[in-house]
């Protein structure tokens, strides 16, 4: 399978266990930030302002990506609401182009690739690592290193 060669599979099909692994033996950092895990996302906390980041997959749309979840035990609850007065200047740090966004998803990022084929799966990886990151030093201007 190529890589534009983005047949109609389905999620179901996607070796998630396989993948995640690979992240982690390639992030071995990100087991330290770690929130929550599952078959289809990575969560890192940032613990300062009550947040999660979401790295997931998404095979059978086609695209990596990242946003602000939800994850109460790790006190991310209205993250909407708190994030909404500063979404402009966050947006304004990260630059993203208008396709590299997803409507609905609040302030995100995504990656149109082709998730199963096993060989993008380590550029998959450090991508979500390395907007990941971004997302965070995005928030820490603007919210300031004391999450206020």
């Not at 929130?35 to 749309?61: E, I, K, T």
């Not at 500063?86 to 630059?95: D, N, S, T, V």
Request: hydrophobic content about 40%; charged content about 25%; overall charge positive.
């Amino acid at each position: 399978m190529s890589e534009f060669d983005f047949g109609a599979r389905r999620g179901s099909e996607f070796r998630h266990r396989g993948f995640w692994a690979l992240f982690a033996e390639r992030h071995p950092e990100e087991r330290a930030r770690l929130a929550r895990r599952g078959p289809w996302f990575w969560q890192r906390g940032l613990p300062d302002f009550a947040l999660v980041l979401s790295m997931y997959v998404a095979p059978a749309q086609n695209h990596a990506g990242v946003f602000f979840g939800r994850n109460e035990k790790f006190g991310a609850t209205d993250v909407w609401a708190r994030l909404r007065p500063f979404q402009p200047a966050i947006e304004g740090r990260l630059k993203l182009r208008p396709e590299q966004s997803c409507q609905g998803l609040g302030i995100n990022s995504l990656w149109r690739v082709n998730c199963f084929a096993e060989d993008n799966w380590p550029a998959m990886a450090d991508w979500l690592v390395t907007e990941c990151s971004r997302f965070e030093r995005a928030v820490t201007e603007v919210l300031g290193s004391d999450g206020s």
